[in-house]
């Protein structure tokens, strides 16, 4: 027993000593207990194997995925794959409040009568889009639109954001269009049902673009395609352009808490003045998610008419509009 005894004693003081110089590198204590200091301030190591060709820097001799930093907005993420699928999270859950509320407002007033006029729907995608921002903005930036995605990676491309993540941006917001979609049909089913079936409308044929228009856009004669094209690009270029103007550095603004009520009232207004000719979409994912639900739903090809242009003019507009504030209105030397 004392011989056993002596081994692990033995054994332990040449483990404690292996490890003495090991972590002998890092500094005397790995953690000042009085000031709380993390370990990651108070050791510089090389971020090179070898030292003379790479100054010290004060970082870590690893790199442990929990300290990674997101690049451009400074918070910890536990990886770069999870910070992603967390920022996709956040695109969708963002789409889907806008999607469910924006467009169940307009179910309510299409088959409940339950709001009157163009003023009260545009209310409520104020009150849409803001939530959206609020929450979901110190996350992903709170895109919640593939149009305002492709003109960030394109117009104000950075570290935290570029051309790789346009794609799992999109998908995420038109998934979260397609649920907030499929959660306002399973709402207003029984309401659609009698709507229909009141005015005589059939699914799947012409008539029922009456009722899927809660779902996507439509835009009716006299408004041509032309006319439908420009307003949908110029409606999304000046809210592409009032978003990328509101976010500059330069701008004073966005440094405040107002940058997401002035986006939603952008929304709003734009509304109030293209809702009459073409509905106003200004976003591919709320407009093609919609029109996935619709499909299966019952509207089959009618879910899908003219749906590029809702795609094409939102994302040409928004281009516009964010090279017209970051390239004119805040180009460099402007100032």
Known sequence: MKVRLAWIIGMSSIILSDALTLFKPLGKNLYNARTSTPLSSQIKVSSSLD???SPPTNTLPFRPSFLRLRGGDGTASVSSSKALAREMLAELLGTFFIVFIGTGSVSSAIFTDSLVGLFQIASVWIIAVTIAICTTA????????????????????????????????SVSQCLGAVLG?????GVYGSSIAAFEAKNGIVR??????????????????????????????????????????LTHPKNDTMKSGFVPPLIGLTVGGLIAVFAPLTQAGFNPARDFG????????????????????????????????????????YADGGD
């Not at 979609?181 to 049909?185: A, I, Y």
């Not at 516009?320 to 504030?325: P, Y």
Request: aromatic share 14%; net charge positive; proline share 5%.
């Open 138 to 169: 110190s996350i992903s930036g709170a895109h919640l639109n593939p149009a305002i995605s492709i003109a960030f990676a394109m117009v104000r491309p950075s570290k935290s954001f570029n051309w790789e993540k346009v794609l799992p941006y």
């Open 204 to 245: 799947g044929a012409a008539s029922g673009i009456a009722s899927a228009k809660a779902f996507g856009e439509y835009f009716a004669s006299p408004v041509t395609t032309l006319t439908a094209f420009l307003a949908e690009s110029v409606g999304t270029a000046i809210l592409a352009f009032v978003i990328f103007a």
């Open 290 to 329: 919609p029109r996935i639900v619709a499909w299966f739903a019952g509207w089959k090809t009618v879910a899908f008419r003219s749906s590029w242009l809702y795609i094409v003019a939102p994302i040409v507009g928004a281009i516009v509009g964010a090279a017209l504030a970051d390239r004119v209105l």
């Open 181 to 185: 979609s499929w959660l306002n049909f």
């Open 51 to 53: 030292e003379k060709n």
